[in-house]
């Protein structure tokens, strides 16, 4: 059993006391138990976003931050598991917020000594109005084979919006043209990957690839994860491993286009734009002694909208260093590099055990584009209580930089300090 809680008194719903109050901040109640290879999980939880996980799938099929109501949904988690299968099941109830519901479920299954893994994932979400057609529905299969160093993954999904009428008008037309490449266009999606392939030796290294291909039709609808629609592609992405050196040299170029195309008028002319987009990603990455990790990337990415050809060319380096004492870490980034819309953003994170209770932790973040500059500052203080309560006192906003740093483009866009401070405890038992 677990619960956090956090003292609010500028809350907007509770303005007419005085004192401080007390807010849930998450919490759940949890059964488990394992025999002889069969086990079974329940997990009862409330305002918890890491509860619908479920593992990764190519099409990158699930976003737990498009599904768990920006963390205040709650409901209930299931696992059971056996020697070569397993199954998952959440289901969630939003009620304290936009009223929407998920079902989440996924099967695995192992085969021939693990070298077959299929795997089978539903997700369902309806919608606040409660209609009977108002909800978001998709079914995906999975299939992994491995034969000696190589492996073939394939996954095909499909989605159905009912009350999308202009969606399902478009999807009629496709299923009853008789053509077969309109098949691509449907509601579905797929994508096939093979990895393994490498060559090289110790003196002089070794070269692996992994070449993928990919499609989501046109009547493709996906609100709980990604929903790229209307699109088809190709990539590969390699690596290089220099001989005798913690050295590592990435390489991954993609292409992408529409499957149907945009009419746009030209100078009084019809004219059919595909959209393309092509994306070079080169990367050297480091390990020195000590504890030094040093990386730089540079990414280029070209691509054409409604006729007009656009660049996004980033540029990032970045230097680490970790023992058992302390942590640093230091990035930069050039954004949109060369354009009117260049950012320069700076970014700072360490954290220090001053003793085996007491704890440090900072971050600063600059950005600077022609509007002008923004900062943002944020500390931390931790004191282990008791083997199982823990407290800390911050300043500032702890959400700028939080997953990325000077990747953090919602910062880099905008973001500002914003002075606060907060005394939050967490016990657990």
């Not at 160093?149 to 095909?156: D, G, I, Q, T, V």
């Not at 579905?188 to 039709?217: C, D, Q």
């Not at 680490?320 to 320069?344: H, Y």
């Amino acid at each position: 059993m677990f619960f956090k809680f956090y003292s609010d008194k500028d809350n907007d719903e509770y303005k007419s006391g005085k004192s401080a109050l007390a807010v849930l901040t998450e919490g759940h109640t949890s059964f488990r138990n394992e025999k002889s290879g069969l086990g079974f999980e329940s997990v009862l939880f409330t305002r918890e976003g890491g509860r619908y996980w479920l593992d990764g799938t190519m099409l990158d099929i699930l976003n737990t931050g498009l599904v768990n109501n920006d963390g205040n949904g709650q409901g209930i988690r299931w696992d059971f598991w056996a020697p070569t299968s397993s199954l998952t099941y959440v289901l969630s109830d939003f009620s304290s917020g936009n009223g929407d519901d998920v079902q989440l479920g996924r099967f695995r299954q192992a085969l021939f000594d693990n070298d077959l893994r299929l795997g089978l994932t539903y997700q369902r979400k309806n919608y606040a109005s409660g209609g009977a057609r108002d909800y978001n529905l998709l079914f995906a299969g999975d299939v992994r084979y491995q034969l000696d160093n190589y492996y073939m993954s394939w996954e095909l999904a499909g989605t159905d919006v009912p009350s999308e009428d202009d969606v399902n008008d478009k999807l009629d037309d496709y299923r009853h043209s008789g053509e077969l490449k309109d098949i691509f266009k449907q509601n579905l999606a797929s994508k096939l990957e093979i990895s393994g392939f490498k060559a090289g030796s110790y003196e002089l290294g070794y070269l692996a690839m992994t070449p993928s291909g990919y499609f989501y039709g046109d009547s493709y609808r996906n609100y709980m994860g990604n929903n790229d629609k209307n699109k088809y592609g190709w990539a590969i992405n390699s690596y290089y491993l220099v001989p005798q050196r913690a050295i590592t040299i990435t390489c991954n170029y993609s292409e992408s286009e529409k499957i149907v195309p945009d009419t746009l008028s030209i100078d009084g002319e019809e004219v059919f734009s595909y959209n393309p987009v092509k994306n070079l990603y080169t990367e050297a990455y480091v390990e020195f002694i000590n504890g030094f990790k040093w990386k730089i990337y540079f990414n280029k990415k070209n691509e054409e909208w409604q006729g007009n050809d656009y660049k996004h060319y980033d540029l990032f380096t970045e230097l680490q260093v970790e023992n058992r004492l302390a942590k640093l870490l230091t990035q930069f980034k050039i954004k949109d590099m060369g354009e009117t819309e260049e950012k320069q953003i700076w970014g700072i994170e360490c954290s220090v055990n001053l003793t085996e209770r007491w704890k440090l932790f900072s971050r600063g973040m600059v950005a600077n584009d022609r509007g002008g500059s923004r900062f943002s500052v944020f500390g931390e203080v931790s004191y282990k209580i008791g083997g199982n309560t823990e407290a800390y006192i911050q300043y500032g906003p702890s959400w700028w930089g939080q997953y990325g740093l000077v990747n953090d483009d919602g910062f880099a866009s905008g973001g500002e300090m914003k002075e606060e401070i907060k005394l939050i405890v967490k016990s657990w038992f």
